[in-house]
């Protein structure tokens, strides 16, 4: 943990160093940030994103068209589109001065770290509407923004059309987690589950140990927006019970030991017709109708996220989105503005990879977003793209709550008590008791 701190406090000393000799003085930023109208700019912009992901040849060329005095020279810092090689890259651009104008982060947790890091700039001087109007993300962070959200990737359930049809069941337009569990019981035979739940597995997939929680508009995280923790929210001792009742007393979903020691994977499960359904992102979208390594053989619907109780709002649901902001460092912050400003409107549209966060985006012009993504798959046919369609018009994202630098060591402690849970070790009750003690043991220890 101290390593971690002191590795943390170099960074930081390092990065502050850099950006003391990059900006030359408050005034001078100000008028190198704010280019006269005739005057030829060329940003910097460093991205996770690869080309066959994000389609940037065709989609900057339609922005310096548009813009023809900003010239945007690309970065991709991971071929393979590894964010995690990503980050490393770009701290270290960071550290060495090099340029950096327009930034993309993968997750809340990158974007709010390197906003806590003094890397990224506030955008509020530019932004002339109310983000929370014009975007479904808002990436508020204290107060200020300081990123305009790019894609928009809610999180669904897909569903084996042919088990609903067979379990006599119909496409539910909106359900609770009481009768998500209802339909995977229905739809469990001696051949398939009716759901899986992949994770979390050494820490990863935490979105499967807050499903409740998950469905609420604000407060959604294991900790709350002042760092305390959140594990006597009752949502979360609901999602537990939720989790053994499927596993344990239903037996509708895919046992966690055989996740484990078969080293299952979503997409086999799902396509291989072994669960009927699952909770996932919609980055799915790209393989709906099925792919050459995982082809489609049954028609596939989509499922909103659930909702807590009937009479609920509704549509809240975990998002993955792409977070562009203006580098703290930048000469050319109006500039980088501009192009973050486009990218995340009509720059997506012309992209043509992703559903948008931007709420401007028409009917038409979303079908035939979604329409060109299936193209792209073996047998679009076998999709139901109306229910495709009212998931992705209606789904919204919850309020951002910045992630804790020890986060990591966190979902350690669900992890760990969750498989004693799962493994019949203690039940639910001790297992709250449990990760409430050793949560905050974490807390205080990082204060």
């Not at 770290?113 to 508020?140: C, H, L, N, W």
């Not at 931007?358 to 073996?378: A, F, P, Q, Y």
Request: proline fraction near 4%; include cysteine; charged fraction near 25%.
């Amino acid at each position: 943990m101290k390593r971690k701190i002191w590795s943390l406090l170099i960074f930081t000393m390092l990065f502050c160093l850099v950006l003391a000799g990059c900006s030359g003085g408050g005034s001078e930023e100000k008028t190198s940030s704010e280019p006269k109208k005739d005057e030829k700019v060329t940003i910097k912009f460093h991205t996770h994103g690869n080309e066959a992901s994000y389609n940037w040849k065709s989609t900057i060329a339609a922005f310096e068209e548009k813009y023809p005095n900003i010239k945007v020279e690309l970065v991709i810092l991971s071929e393979k589109g590894d964010t995690q090689e990503s980050l490393k890259k770009l701290d270290l651009a960071a550290a060495s001065g090099e340029q950096l104008d327009v930034l993309m982060f993968s997750d809340p947790a990158s974007y709010a770290q390197r906003v806590s890091m003094g890397m990224v700039a506030p955008i509020d001087e530019f932004i002339k509407f109310k983000v929370t109007e014009e975007y479904k993300v808002d990436t508020q962070i204290d107060g200020k923004y300081y990123a305009l959200p790019g894609k928009f990737n809610p999180w669904y359930v897909l569903l084996n059309k042919n088990h609903l049809t067979e379990a006599g069941l119909e496409v539910p337009k909106e359900w609770t987690w009481d009768e998500f569990a209802e339909y995977a019981k229905a739809m469990t035979t001696k051949d398939h589950y009716g759901t899986y739940f992949h994770g979390p597995q050494g820490g990863g997939w935490m979105e499967f140990m807050k499903l409740a929680l998950a469905s609420e508009a604000d407060n959604t995280e294991f900790t709350t927006a002042d760092g305390k923790s959140n594990l006597d929210n009752p949502l979360f001792k609901k999602t537990l019970e939720l989790r053994v009742q499927m596993e344990k007393e239903d037996k509708s979903s895919v046992p966690y030991t055989d996740i484990l020691s078969q080293k299952l994977h979503y997409r086999n499960q799902f396509f291989g017709q072994d669960a009927s359904s699952i909770l996932i992102g919609s980055w799915m979208n790209t393989e709906l109708g099925g792919t050459d390594q995982f082809p489609l053989e049954f028609d596939v619907a989509v499922a909103p996220y659930p909702k807590n109780k009937s009479g609920d709002e509704g549509g809240y649901t975990p998002v993955t989105t792409d977070f562009m902001s203006v580098a703290n460092t930048s000469e050319n912050k109006e500039a980088a503005y501009t192009f973050i400003r486009w990218y995340t409107t009509e720059g997506q549209i012309v992209q043509g990879k992703n559903i948008p966060s931007w709420n401007k985006v028409s009917d038409s012009e979303l079908t035939n977003i979604i329409d060109k993504i299936l193209s792209g798959t073996k047998n679009p046919e076998k999709v139901d793209k109306d229910s495709l369609v009212n998931v992705l018009t209606n789904a919204k994202s919850s309020k951002i709550i910045s992630p804790v630098s020890y986060q990591s060591e966190l979902y350690k402690v669900i992890n760990e008590e969750y498989e004693k849970l799962i493994f019949g070790e203690q039940d639910i009750d001790a297992t709250i008791k449990a990760s409430q003690e050793r949560f905050q043991e974490v807390i205080d220890s990082n204060k």
